[in-house]
């Protein structure tokens, strides 16, 4: 069975960063898209960054581009996300998901489209 534990999580200031780790319990190399998805309070879970399996195909929300950096060590692991320039509307509980589906260059914008999820790490972003 696989096991996604996410952490790093916390509260940070506006203007600061944090980094998300996902380690996964099952070997890395049999995932596929890995990603990472949000939810707020009162809004519905959504897409933030995507990676495939070779780590060189990324693709991000317009809401975080330029500021996450979604990465993958699969001798480690584990999937991160460098976050930057932070502000309040990224305040989340952040999840991380893995797909077994598709190939070494495949990506993920929906949920539907992974087949096992985190618990979540929550990120607070507040002066």
């Known amino acids: 069975q696989v096991q996604l534990v996410e952490s790093g999580g916390g509260l940070v200031q506006p203007g600061g960063s944090l980094r998300l780790s996902c380690a996964t319990s099952g070997s890395i190399f049999s995932f596929n898209a890995m990603g990472w998805f949000r939810q707020a309070p009162g809004k519905e879970r959504e897409f933030v960054a995507t990676?495939?399996?070779?780590?060189?195909?990324?693709y991000y929300a317009d809401s975080v581009k330029d500021r996450f950096t979604i990465s993958r060590d699969n001798v480690k692991s584990t999937l991160y996300l460098q976050m930057s320039s932070l502000n309040p509307e990224d305040t989340a509980l952040y999840y991380c998901?893995?797909?077994?589906?598709?190939?070494?260059?495949?990506?993920?914008?929906?949920?539907?489209?992974?087949?096992?999820w985190g618990q979540g790490t929550q990120v607070t972003v507040s002066s």
């Open positions: 990676i495939s399996r070779n780590g060189l195909n990324t």
């Open positions: 998901a893995v797909s077994t589906r598709g190939g070494r260059w495949s990506l993920g914008t929906r949920g539907d489209e992974y087949d096992y």
